[in-house]
């Protein structure tokens, strides 16, 4: 399983993102996909997931309404839209296989002015 984030990188309060996550080495369309992210000091914590075939999803509480978690099967590829961005978002964000455990290298937000 090789999992590779990109996207990140500086943004204003109130600004948006989309993140990507580039999945190779299992059946990817098989496979619910989730966002987690980790702020310094802090634990690692679930942001999103989206089913295999996208049909069901889930965000913890501090990012709904904000950010939405899409997938392209024909591109393994999952995304991840962030707007209305928050100081609180400043982290390091990385994808994972439902199931698995197997991380990429993340790619880090910073959300300042």
């Known amino acids: 399983v090789q999992l590779v984030e990109s996207g990140g990188g500086l943004v204003q309060p109130g600004g948006s993102l989309r993140l990507s996550c580039v999945a190779s080495?299992?059946?990817?369309?098989?496979?619910?996909m989730s966002w987690y992210r980790q702020a310094l000091g802090k634990e690692r914590e679930l942001v999103g997931t989206i089913s295999s075939a996208s049909v069901a999803t889930y965000y913890a509480d501090s990012v709904k309404g904000r950010f939405t978690m899409s997938r392209d099967n024909a591109k393994n590829t999952v995304y991840l839209q962030m707007n209305s961005l928050k100081s609180e978002d400043t982290a390091v964000y990385s994808c994972?296989?439902?199931?698995?455990?197997?991380w990429g290298q993340g790619t880090k937000v910073t959300v300042s002015s």
């Open positions: 080495g299992f059946a990817f369309s098989g496979y619910g």
């Open positions: 994972k296989v439902v199931g698995r455990v197997a």
